[in-house]
């Protein structure tokens, strides 16, 4: 009888942990760097790493969330906003040909904030945790080489 009210307690404590952290999970699936650059001068410096990488990288479209609120005359957000998607056709030809639900998680990613104090931070996916989660080809490109290609492409600015 003992044992089962010890296993009912011990599930009752690991849900209540598990419901207090599952809201500050999330943000284990981003990384964040401070960049070492103004604004302008850290697009520039992503702009130069991604075309002058040689790992395949290319970018599919860089957006000014800004500009594309301002069209839509949603108003203007308290900071500057620039998202890059980039997309590399070998890194994505082997995941996609492995695990095709994993297109979801494609293009990979870079955001560049810019503080009204002047700070400037990237984000990103946390590519090499999510790899965690799978295993084989997934794993090897989301754990590995896709970690490795986006801090190449960030060096300089962080």
């Known amino acids: 009888m003992s044992f089962i009210f010890g296993f009912?307690?011990?599930?009752?404590?690991?849900?209540?942990i598990g419901a207090i952290f599952m809201n500050r999970m999330g943000k284990f699936f981003f990384l964040r760097n401070k960049s070492r650059l103004n604004f302008e001068d850290t697009?520039?410096?992503?702009?130069?790493?991604i075309e002058d990488n040689t790992r395949g990288w290319f970018t599919e479209s860089e957006k000014d969330f800004n500009l594309a609120y301002q069209k839509k005359q949603k108003g203007e957000l308290p900071f500057r906003l620039t998202v890059f998607k980039i997309g590399n056709s070998d890194l994505?030809?082997?995941?996609?040909s492995a695990f095709p639900a994993v297109s979801t998680f494609m293009p990979a990613a870079i955001a560049v904030v810019g503080r009204k104090d002047g700070s400037v931070d990237i984000y990103r996916k946390n590519t090499g945790m999510m790899g965690f989660f799978f295993s084989g080809v997934v794993k090897e490109v989301m754990g590995k080489e896709v970690s490795i290609g986006l801090n190449e492409i960030l060096t300089g600015a962080i």
């Not at 994505?92 to 996609?96: A, E, L, M």
């Open 92 to 96: 994505s030809y082997r995941v996609n």
């Open 8 to 16: 009912i307690a011990a599930i009752v404590i690991i849900a209540v």
């Open 43 to 49: 697009l520039k410096t992503i702009r130069e790493r």
